[in-house]
Nanobody, 114 residues
Framework: VQLQASGGGLVQPGGSLRLSCAAS????????VGWYRQAPGQQREFVAT???????NYADSVKGRFTISRDNAKNTVYLQMNNLKPDDTAVYYC?????????WGQGTQVTVSS
C-alpha cells in the first residue's frame, strides 16, 4: 500500500489549506493514519491522527485550528488547516500504520508567509 500526499502551497498568515493523503488501496489497510511535519533543522513532529473508527487526536499546537477527517469511499484522509501561522511552515507527511505496516507518503510543502 502506498500513500500520496498533496495540497501544500504558499498561504498568508490566517489563511487555510487542505492536505490530502490518498491510499493506493483500501484506507482500512491501516489502523491509524496521521499527519506529521518537519520544519528545517528540526525533528519530525506529530500533528494529528485518525483511527479506522474515526477517533482523532491532535498536537496541542494545532488544536482548534486543524481538523483531520477521512473519506473511506475515496481511501483518503484530509487535514483541514485554518488560521495558519508562520510556525506551521514545514514539510507535511502522512503516515499509515497497522500491526504489519508502517508506510510514509512523500512530503508536501506548506509555507505560511506574508
Amino acid at each position: 500500500v502506498q500513500l500520496q500526499a498533496s495540497g501544500g502551497g504558499l498561504v498568508q498568515p490566517g489563511g487555510s489549506l487542505r492536505l490530502s493523503c490518498a491510499a493506493s488501496r483500501s484506507i482500512f489497510s491501516f489502523v491509524v493514519v496521521g499527519w506529521y511535519r518537519q520544519a528545517p533543522g528540526q525533528q519530525r513532529e506529530f500533528v494529528a491522527t485518525i483511527t479506522s473508527r474515526g477517533a482523532s487526536n491532535y498536537a496541542d499546537s494545532v488544536k482548534g485550528r486543524f481538523t483531520i477527517s477521512r473519506d473511506n469511499a475515496k481511501n483518503t484522509v484530509y487535514l483541514q488547516m485554518n488560521n495558519l501561522k508562520p510556525d506551521d511552515t514545514a514539510v507535511y507527511y502522512c503516515n499509515g500504520r497497522s500491526s504489519s505496516l508502517n508506510v510514509w507518503g512523500q512530503g508536501t510543502q506548506v509555507t505560511v508567509s506574508s
